[in-house]
C-alpha cells in the first residue's frame, strides 16, 4: 500500500525519488548553518544591518549533505552534540510547468525537522532514516505575492530547522551503540512536476524457483492535488539489455490516487543474483492536461527460500550468505557521506567478496540501495527501534510509520530478502518499566504490518529470545571469542541455535582491532577465558570493566588476533551444510558514544576497514574465503618491527584463495604450500622461519594454474630487549602541500622502541597549524592509543609555523618545531 500520511496538520507525502521526477536539482551549495537554536524562525529572516549587534548569532557556511556531529562525534574530550540546529538559504524559483508543483525531496535528515518558506512552516518529519517530501507550492505562491517578497528580489527563502535532541519517545534510543545524528546529512532536492505526476510505482515480480516464467504486477501511485480525472499512461518494460520486452498504453480516470495496472509475464526470465544481477526496468509516462511525468525504476526476478533448519536457496540453488553489515558513518563528515564515498565504500565491501549486507540499525541512502541492486548484495534492512525498551503511542506511531515508509520506499529493489522489525529489544533502560509483554505483542504488530505491506519478503530481528517466535528468520547473539567464550566454541554454539528457531541466521560476530596494533603472541591475553559457559552478549559486555574474563576487555586488541577470530569463524562456516550464513559485524569503524575507552576513543573498532575506509589485515582474510579473482596477501603490511628472541622461529603467513603458493624471504624459497581452509590459520599457507635481528624482505608467489599473483612486505626484526618507558622520540615528514605528518615513538632510556606499549598518548598544537583529528582513525586522533609503542598524526600548516607536543603518562612531554 501506498499512502500519504497527515503528521501535525501538515501533509507529508512519503514517497518521490528525486532520479523519478520529472525536474530535479540537488540544493548541495549556498546555505547557511547554526548550531543551537533559535528564539523563532523569524530571526532567521529578519533584516539586520550589517555589522549591527542584532546580527548574532553568527552563522557558518556550509554545503550540504551536512551534519552536526562531523567532528564533535569522535572528539575525545566532549560529548556530541544534541540538540536544535538551523539551515537557511534562498530559492531560485522556475517551474516550467503551467500549474505545477515544487516541492522538497529529502533523502533524509536527522532526527525530527521542521520546514519553512519565509516564516510559514509548511513540513515536519520525525525519523532521521526514511525519505520524505514536501509540496511547498502554495506557500511559495503566497509569499511572493506578499511586502516582504520585495527585498529577495524575486527568490524564496527556505528555513530548515534539524534536532537530535534526547528524546526517550523518539526512535532509535539514546542508549544505542552509535551516535544519533543530526543535521541535513543526506540530499535536499528540489522537485518540479507537472499538477499530475507520479508518487511512486511498485512493481511486484515474482518468479518460480526454476526459472521458468516472471510475473509482474504494477502499482502506480499519484500526486493529484488539483484532482485531475483523465490522463493517459504508457509503459515500457525493458530487460537487462535494455531492450523492450513489453510495451502498453492505457486510459486512465483517476478517482482515487492508487491504480493497479494489468499484470504481465516474461518467459525464461534473466534472473537476479549476486554472480549475475540482471536487473529489468521500467519507464513510465504519464500524460495529461497538465503536461507530461515520467518515472523509471528497476526490477530483478529472483527466487529464495530459507530451508526449515536448513541453507538459503536462491533461484533453487543454495548459496551461502556471506556478509558483512554498514553503519552510514564516516571520517570527517560523520553521516554526511556524499554519492561518491558511499560508492567506494559499496564497491569495497563487494570486492572482499560479500554476498550480503545487513544494514544496520535504519534504513539507508538510497544509493546504498541502488548499489545493492545493481552490484549483486542482498539485503537485510531494518527500522531503528533499538534498545531502551518500548515507549507510549508517539514511539509506536514512529515505529509503525518508519516500517511502513522502509517497505514502501524500497519495496522494488531485488536486493531486499528481509524486513528488519528491530534490534536487541531486549535491552532496557529507557523507562521505568520493562515488559516483555508488551514488547512482545508491539513486535507481532510490526509483524503483520510488515506482511500486510509486503508478503513476498521475510521478517526478521536480532537478539531477542522472548520475541523469537514472531518473525520468520532469527538471528541469537553468538560472539564466540570477544564477548563470550572463545572462537574455537562457534561450530558448536551455532549448530545450537540453528536447531532451536526454524529458520536461523547469524548477524553480528567479529572483533575489534586497533589499526597498525599487531601482535606476536595474540592469544596469550584469552587464555583465563572461561569455556562452556556460552558465547552470547550480554548487557554491559561491551564495557572494558568488570565481569568475567572476555576477549573484549582482556585481550590486546590486536589485527593479529581479529584475523585469527575471522579466519576460524570463516573456515567452520564452509563445513555446516544446514548454515544459512552470517553477517560480520562491521565493515567499517564507526562512531559511537558508548565506548569513550577505546584505543580510539567513541569509536567501534570492529570495522574491516578504517573509519576513513583504510583496509586493515582483516579485509584480506575474507577475500581470501570469498573472493574468486586471484588474490595473495602477506600479513603485516603494517607492521615495520617484529620482535622475539634471536634466533626466535616466526610465523609468516599469507592470506590467499589460490591453491598454492611459495614464499620467498630475502630472494631464497621456502618451498610451496597447498591451501587448505581447514587447516587454520591461513588455510596452511604458513611458515616458521627463525629470524635474527635484521632486515627482512618477503615475497610470495600464489597460482592458480597459469594464473599468478604475488605480494610483498619488509621487516624489521628486534631481538634486543627494552626496558621501562622513558622518552617521546618525535619526527616529521612530509605528507603533502602545506601539510606533514609527526610521528612518535615511545622509548626506554637506550632510544629502544617499546614495542609492546599501549599508552594513551596526546597530541597538541601551538601556531598557525591545525591538528587533523576528530577522524576517529587510529591516525586522526589527538587523543589515541599507542600502536606496537608508536602513533601519528597530520597537520595542516596553513602557512605558518607551529609547535606539536606529544604527551603520555610517566614520561616527560616532548616537542617539535614545524
Given at each position: 500500500?501506498?499512502?500519504?500520511?497527515?503528521?501535525?496538520?501538515?501533509?507529508?507525502?512519503?514517497?518521490?525519488?528525486?532520479?523519478?521526477?520529472?525536474?530535479?536539482?540537488?540544493?548541495?551549495?549556498?546555505?547557511?548553518?547554526?548550531?543551537?537554536?533559535?528564539?523563532?524562525?523569524?530571526?532567521?529572516?529578519?533584516?539586520?544591518?550589517?555589522?549591527?549587534?542584532?546580527?548574532?548569532?553568527?552563522?557558518?557556511?556550509?554545503?550540504?549533505?551536512?551534519?552536526?556531529?562531523?567532528?564533535?562525534?569522535?572528539?575525545?574530550?566532549?560529548?556530541?552534540?544534541?540538540?536544535?540546529?538551523?539551515?537557511?538559504?534562498?530559492?531560485?524559483?522556475?517551474?516550467?510547468?503551467?500549474?505545477?508543483?515544487?516541492?522538497?525531496?529529502?533523502?533524509?535528515?536527522?532526527?525530527?525537522?521542521?520546514?519553512?518558506?519565509?516564516?510559514?512552516?509548511?513540513?515536519?518529519?520525525?525519523?532521521?532514516?526514511?525519505?520524505?517530501?514536501?509540496?511547498?507550492?502554495?506557500?511559495?505562491?503566497?509569499?511572493?505575492q506578499s511586502a516582504d517578497a520585495k527585498r529577495y528580489n524575486g527568490k524564496v527563502p527556505l528555513e530548515i530547522r534539524c534536532s537530535n535532541a534526547r528524546d526517550v519517545e523518539m526512535i532509535p534510543s539514546d542508549m544505542s551503540d552509535f551516535n544519533v545524528y543530526g543535521g541535513l546529512y543526506r540530499?535536499?532536492?528540489?522537485?518540479?512536476?507537472?499538477?499530475?505526476?507520479?508518487?511512486?510505482?511498485?512493481?511486484?515480480?515474482?518468479?518460480?524457483?526454476?526459472?521458468?516464467?516472471?510475473?509482474?504486477?504494477?502499482?502506480?501511485?499519484?500526486?493529484?492535488?488539483?484532482?485531475?480525472?483523465?490522463?493517459?499512461?504508457?509503459?515500457?518494460?525493458?530487460?537487462p539489455q535494455q531492450k523492450i520486452v513489453q510495451h502498453w498504453t492505457q486510459p486512465l480516470t483517476l478517482q482515487d490516487s492508487i491504480q493497479v495496472l494489468q499484470p504481465f509475464t516474461i518467459k525464461k526470465p534473466l534472473l537476479w543474483s549476486p554472480a549475475q544481477p540482471q536487473l529489468y526496468t521500467?519507464?513510465?509516462?504519464?500524460?495529461?492536461?497538465?503536461?507530461?511525468?515520467?518515472?523509471?525504476?528497476?526490477?530483478?526476478?529472483?527466487?529464495?527460500?530459507?530451508?526449515?533448519?536448513?541453507?538459503?536457496?536462491?533461484?533453487?540453488?543454495?548459496?551461502?550468505?556471506?556478509?558483512?553489515?554498514?553503519?552510514?558513518?564516516?571520517?570527517?563528515?560523520?553521516?554526511?557521506?556524499?554519492?561518491?564515498?558511499?560508492?567506494?565504500?559499496?564497491?569495497?565491501?563487494?570486492?572482499?567478496?560479500?554476498?550480503?549486507?545487513?544494514?544496520?540499525?535504519?534504513?539507508?541512502?538510497?544509493?546504498?540501495?541502488?548499489?545493492?541492486?545493481?552490484?549483486?548484495?542482498?539485503?537485510?534492512?531494518?527500522?531503528?527501534?533499538?534498545?531502551?525498551?518500548?515507549?507510549?503511542?508517539?514511539?509506536?506511531?514512529?515505529?509503525?510509520?518508519?516500517?511502513?515508509?522502509?517497505?514502501?520506499?524500497?519495496?522494488?529493489?531485488?536486493?531486499?530478502?528481509?524486513?528488519?522489525?528491530?534490534?536487541?529489544?531486549?535491552?532496557?533502560?529507557?523507562?521505568?518499566?520493562?515488559?516483555?509483554?508488551?514488547?512482545?505483542?508491539?513486535?507481532?504488530?510490526?509483524?503483520?504490518?510488515?506482511?500486510?505491506?509486503?508478503?513476498?519478503?521475510?521478517?526478521?530481528?536480532?537478539?531477542?529470545?522472548?520475541?523469537?517466535?514472531?518473525?520468520?528468520?532469527?538471528?541469537?547473539?553468538?560472539?564466540?571469542?570477544?564477548?563470550?567464550?572463545?572462537?574455537?566454541?562457534?561450530?558448536?554454539?551455532?549448530?545450537?541455535?540453528?536447531?532451536?528457531?526454524?529458520?536461523?541466521?547469524?548477524?553480528?560476530?567479529?572483533?575489534?582491532?586497533?589499526?597498525?596494533?599487531?601482535?606476536?603472541?595474540?592469544?596469550?591475553?584469552?587464555?583465563?577465558?572461561?569455556?562452556?559457559?556460552?558465547?552470547?552478549?550480554?548487557?554491559?559486555?561491551?564495557?572494558?570493566?568488570?565481569?568475567?574474563?572476555?576477549?573484549?576487555?582482556?585481550?590486546?586488541?590486536?589485527?593479529?588476533?581479529?584475523?585469527?577470530?575471522?579466519?576460524?569463524?570463516?573456515?567452520?562456516?564452509?563445513?555446516?551444510?544446514?548454515?544459512?550464513?552470517?553477517?560480520?559485524?562491521?565493515?567499517?569503524?564507526?562512531?559511537?558514544?558508548?565506548?569513550?575507552?577505546?584505543?580510539?576513543?567513541?569509536?567501534?573498532?570492529?570495522?574491516?576497514?578504517?573509519?576513513?575506509?583504510?583496509?586493515?589485515?582483516?579485509?584480506?582474510?575474507?577475500?581470501?574465503?570469498?573472493?574468486?579473482?586471484?588474490?595473495?596477501?602477506?600479513?603485516?603490511?603494517?607492521?615495520?618491527?617484529?620482535?622475539?628472541?634471536?634466533?626466535e622461529e616466526k610465523m609468516i603467513w599469507v592470506y590467499s584463495n589460490c591453491p598454492e603458493a611459495e614464499l620467498f624471504v630475502n630472494g631464497k624459497s621456502y618451498g610451496v604450500k597447498k591451501r587448505n581452509s581447514q587447516d587454520f590459520p591461513a588455510a596452511g599457507l604458513r611458515w616458521q622461519l627463525?629470524?635474527?635481528?635484521?632486515?627482512?624482505?618477503?615475497?610470495?608467489?600464489?597460482?592458480?594454474?597459469?594464473?599468478?599473483?604475488?605480494?610483498?612486505?619488509?621487516?624489521?626484526?628486534?631481538?634486543?630487549?627494552?626496558?621501562?618507558?622513558?622518552?617521546?622520540?618525535?619526527?616529521?615528514?612530509?605528507?603533502?602541500?602545506?601539510?606533514?605528518?609527526?610521528?612518535?615513538?615511545?622509548?626506554?632510556?637506550?632510544?629502544?622502541?617499546?614495542?609492546?606499549?599501549?599508552?594513551?598518548?596526546?597530541?597538541?598544537?601551538?601556531?598557525?597549524?591545525?591538528?587533523?583529528?576528530?577522524?576517529?582513525?587510529?591516525?586522526?586522533?589527538?587523543?589515541?592509543?599507542?600502536?606496537?609503542?608508536?602513533?601519528?598524526?597530520?597537520?595542516?600548516?596553513?602557512?605558518?609555523?607551529?609547535?606539536?607536543?606529544?604527551?603520555?603518562?610517566?614520561?616527560?612531554?616532548?616537542?617539535?618545531?614545524?
Amino acid at each position: 500500500m501506498i499512502r500519504s500520511l497527515l503528521v501535525s496538520g501538515l501533509m507529508i507525502c512519503l514517497l518521490l525519488p528525486a532520479a523519478h521526477a520529472q525536474q530535479s536539482q540537488r540544493l548541495t551549495q549556498s546555505w547557511e548553518f547554526l548550531r543551537e537554536d533559535l528564539g523563532s524562525v523569524w530571526e532567521a529572516v529578519r533584516p539586520v544591518a550589517e555589522g549591527s549587534p542584532e546580527s548574532v548569532p553568527l552563522w557558518e557556511k556550509v554545503s550540504l549533505p551536512h551534519c552536526f556531529n562531523a567532528r564533535d562525534g569522535v572528539d575525545p574530550d566532549v560529548n556530541y552534540y544534541e540538540g536544535p540546529g538551523w539551515y537557511r538559504t534562498v530559492l531560485e524559483l522556475k517551474n516550467p510547468y503551467p500549474q505545477g508543483r515544487t516541492l522538497l525531496h529529502f533523502e533524509g535528515a536527522g532526527q525530527k525537522t521542521d520546514v519553512y518558506i519565509f516564516t510559514t512552516r509548511v513540513g515536519h518529519h520525525t525519523g532521521g532514516y526514511d525519505e520524505w517530501t514536501v509540496d511547498i507550492t502554495d506557500a511559495v505562491q503566497q509569499f511572493l505575492q506578499s511586502a516582504d517578497a520585495k527585498r529577495y528580489n524575486g527568490k524564496v527563502p527556505l528555513e530548515i530547522r534539524c534536532s537530535n535532541a534526547r528524546d526517550v519517545e523518539m526512535i532509535p534510543s539514546d542508549m544505542s551503540d552509535f551516535n544519533v545524528y543530526g543535521g541535513l546529512y543526506r540530499y535536499l532536492n528540489l522537485v518540479y512536476t507537472p499538477a499530475l505526476s507520479f508518487e511512486q510505482l511498485h512493481i511486484q515480480a515474482q518468479v518460480d524457483a526454476q526459472g521458468k516464467t516472471g510475473a509482474v504486477q504494477l502499482q502506480a501511485a499519484f500526486r493529484n492535488p488539483l484532482h485531475t480525472s483523465q490522463a493517459t499512461l504508457d509503459i515500457n518494460v525493458l530487460d537487462p539489455q535494455q531492450k523492450i520486452v513489453q510495451h502498453w498504453t492505457q486510459p486512465l480516470t483517476l478517482q482515487d490516487s492508487i491504480q493497479v495496472l494489468q499484470p504481465f509475464t516474461i518467459k525464461k526470465p534473466l534472473l537476479w543474483s549476486p554472480a549475475q544481477p540482471q536487473l529489468y526496468t521500467v519507464q513510465a509516462r504519464l500524460k495529461s492536461s497538465g503536461g507530461e511525468a515520467v518515472w523509471s525504476g528497476h526490477f530483478g526476478f529472483r527466487n529464495f527460500e530459507f530451508v526449515t533448519h536448513g541453507p538459503f536457496m536462491l533461484n533453487g540453488k543454495r548459496l551461502l550468505l556471506q556478509g558483512t553489515h554498514r553503519h552510514e558513518d564516516g571520517a570527517g563528515v560523520a553521516a554526511a557521506l556524499t554519492d561518491d564515498m558511499i560508492r567506494r565504500e559499496m564497491q569495497l565491501i563487494k570486492d572482499m567478496g560479500a554476498n550480503f549486507i545487513r544494514l544496520g540499525h535504519y534504513q539507508q541512502s538510497p544509493l546504498v540501495l541502488q548499489l545493492c541492486d545493481s552490484l549483486g548484495i542482498l539485503v537485510w534492512e531494518e527500522i531503528p527501534w533499538c534498545r531502551g525498551g518500548l515507549g507510549g503511542e508517539v514511539y509506536k506511531a514512529q515505529a509503525r510509520r518508519m516500517l511502513t515508509n522502509m517497505i514502501t520506499q524500497h519495496y522494488n529493489h531485488p536486493a531486499v530478502i528481509l524486513w528488519g522489525l528491530g534490534n536487541e529489544n531486549d535491552w532496557p533502560g529507557d523507562f521505568p518499566e520493562f515488559d516483555k509483554q508488551k514488547i512482545h505483542a508491539f513486535m507481532s504488530e510490526l509483524n503483520t504490518l510488515a506482511h500486510t505491506l509486503d508478503s513476498t519478503r521475510k521478517t526478521t530481528i536480532r537478539r531477542c529470545d522472548f520475541c523469537k517466535d514472531i518473525v520468520d528468520v532469527y538471528s541469537p547473539s553468538i560472539w564466540a571469542g570477544w564477548y563470550r567464550g572463545r572462537y574455537t566454541e562457534y561450530r558448536e554454539e551455532t549448530l545450537k541455535a540453528i536447531a532451536s528457531v526454524p529458520h536461523f541466521f547469524h548477524a553480528e560476530w567479529g572483533a575489534d582491532s586497533h589499526q597498525g596494533r599487531h601482535a606476536e603472541y595474540p592469544e596469550e591475553a584469552v587464555k583465563k577465558v572461561a569455556t562452556g559457559k556460552g558465547a552470547d552478549e550480554r548487557t554491559g559486555d561491551f564495557a572494558l570493566t568488570g565481569g568475567s574474563a572476555r576477549a573484549s576487555k582482556d585481550g590486546d586488541w590486536s589485527e593479529t588476533y581479529a584475523c585469527n577470530l575471522i579466519d576460524w569463524h570463516l573456515k567452520e562456516q564452509e563445513t555446516i551444510p544446514q548454515l544459512t550464513g552470517s553477517a560480520y559485524w562491521i565493515f567499517k569503524d564507526f562512531s559511537t558514544p558508548l565506548r569513550p575507552e577505546n584505543p580510539v576513543p567513541y569509536v567501534n573498532q570492529k570495522g574491516v576497514v578504517g573509519r576513513d575506509l583504510t583496509p586493515k589485515e582483516a579485509y584480506y582474510v575474507f577475500q581470501s574465503y570469498w573472493t574468486t579473482q586471484p588474490m595473495a596477501h602477506i600479513y603485516g603490511h603494517g607492521w615495520p618491527i617484529r620482535w622475539g628472541k634471536e634466533g626466535e622461529e616466526k610465523m609468516i603467513w599469507v592470506y590467499s584463495n589460490c591453491p598454492e603458493a611459495e614464499l620467498f624471504v630475502n630472494g631464497k624459497s621456502y618451498g610451496v604450500k597447498k591451501r587448505n581452509s581447514q587447516d587454520f590459520p591461513a588455510a596452511g599457507l604458513r611458515w616458521q622461519l627463525p629470524l635474527h635481528k635484521g632486515s627482512y624482505q618477503v615475497k610470495v608467489v600464489a597460482r592458480n594454474g597459469k594464473q599468478t599473483v604475488a605480494d610483498e612486505i619488509t621487516f624489521n626484526y628486534q631481538s634486543d630487549p627494552w626496558s621501562k618507558p622513558a622518552q617521546l622520540l618525535l619526527e616529521k615528514t612530509v605528507a603533502g602541500n602545506d601539510t606533514v605528518t609527526v610521528k612518535v615513538k615511545l622509548a626506554d632510556a637506550q632510544k629502544m622502541i617499546c614495542l609492546d606499549a599501549k599508552d594513551y598518548i596526546s597530541f597538541s598544537i601551538a601556531g598557525s597549524g591545525t591538528l587533523i583529528d576528530d577522524q576517529g582513525t587510529a591516525g586522526g586522533s589527538r587523543r589515541v592509543q599507542l600502536v606496537n609503542g608508536q602513533a601519528q598524526i597530520s597537520i595542516r600548516l596553513n602557512k605558518g609555523q607551529s609547535v606539536v607536543g606529544a604527551t603520555v603518562q610517566g614520561v616527560p612531554d616532548a616537542f617539535i618545531n614545524l
